[in-house]
């Protein structure tokens, strides 16, 4: 058996890898860190990580005697995530680079970038693939807090087939005491935050670079009131709180009028008004074929939370969302993704 172990640097990706060769023995390992650091092309937005990152992943392979190679893929990272991200930028919606990430990269283009086919991939992902007759599932973390099926959702079932993820059903907490007890040079390392192509550029700044500055209003929707003025709506997402450099709040996004650069925005005490309990999605993947049944539970951002809901099919790739209580940060271009019970059913685009 031969398996590829993407590294990372971090924690996380080590104590796979080394979890891997346990889980495994006698297959042939080899490691491989994914270029997709924009720090080079965006030198002057910030510090460059990923230096240091590929010496700790160096570090654990030679200690593990496990070949490590640097695939560089930051021309079709920019091509296939970077780009569609920008895009959705443009027209006001809220990308979710990470799911396209995973689908598009580490279980996509990484098979393009390799002479030779691999039997299984290895990540430092917090989920499970179980195999139940001849179809592969996808399930939660017990970690929920850690859980990172919301940004796996795209996965087809050929990519689930090859993925393995060592760590998936362990707590955060075991894995840093496995750090200790293997003895990793990055045992003690700080989790990596932030979307995974940045690295340590921040992200206005990343958007500032790409989609420029256009001063427009910010309008309480309430009162029709002009309360501030914005760098352009590129820059703000529907339930966001911070960064609006207004007193008397705490005041939320709650709309942009992309045609005449407005961000509307409502006070705490309004944010009610603007909840949503139902919204639509499009795009759908079923990582293991469509549910069985209209009751499910939903998250539409990452975290631990679940909430109940009613899915509804509208049309063959549309179908419509209601939720058990109103919410307020539904925005258009995020991914809602479906569960049932610790089954991650697939997700789409809220629309």
Request: glycine residues 10%; negative net charge.
């Amino acid at each position: 058996m031969k398996i590829a172990t993407l590294i990372s640097g971090g924690v996380d990706s080590s104590v796979a890898l080394h979890l891997a060769r346990q889980q495994h023995p006698g297959a042939e390992l080899s490691a491989f860190y994914l270029k997709i650091w924009l720090e080079d092309e965006l030198a002057s937005l910030g510090e460059c990580p990923w230096e240091e990152d590929l010496g700790y992943a160096r570090a654990v392979c030679e200690s593990l005697d496990v070949p490590l190679s640097v695939v560089p893929l930051q021309g079709v990272y920019y091509e296939r995530v970077v780009e569609h991200a920008l895009v959705e930028l443009r027209a006001g919606c809220t990308p979710s680079p990470d799911i396209l990430c995973n689908q598009r990269i580490k279980f996509g283009a990484f098979y393009d970038f390799v002479d030779q086919p691999f039997d299984l991939v290895v990540t430092g992902h917090y989920a499970r693939v179980e195999q139940r007759g001849g179809t592969f599932y996808l399930l939660r973390s017990p970690d929920a807090v850690k859980d990172q099926t919301y940004f796996l959702c795209n996965l087809s079932q050929e990519q689930l087939a090859r993925a393995c993820f060592p760590i998936g059903g362990l707590q955060k907490q075991r894995v840093r005491e496995l750090a200790h007890e293997l003895d990793l040079p990055n045992r003690d390392r700080k989790d990596s935050q932030g979307i995974c192509f940045l690295g340590k550029i921040n992200y206005n700044d990343f958007v500032r670079f790409h989609l420029g500055e256009e001063q427009g209003d910010i309008v309480r929707r309430d009162t029709g009131e002009v309360l501030g003025v914005h760098e352009g709506f590129w820059f703000h997402t529907i339930g966001q709180r911070r960064g609006l450099g207004l007193s008397g709040g705490p005041w939320y996004v709650v709309g942009k009028d992309t045609g005449r650069n407005i961000v509307y925005i409502g006070h705490q005490s309004e944010l009610q008004k603007t909840a949503r309990d139902t919204f639509e999605v499009a795009a759908v993947n079923w990582v293991s074929g469509p549910p069985g049944k209209e009751e499910l539970q939903l998250k539409i951002r990452h975290g631990p939370e679940l909430q109940p809901c009613r899915l509804t099919a509208l049309a063959a790739d549309r179908w419509r969302v209601d939720m058990s209580r109103p919410d307020t940060g539904v925005a258009p271009g995020q991914y809602a993704i479906f569960y049932d019970a610790d089954i991650c059913l697939g997700g789409g685009v809220i629309q």
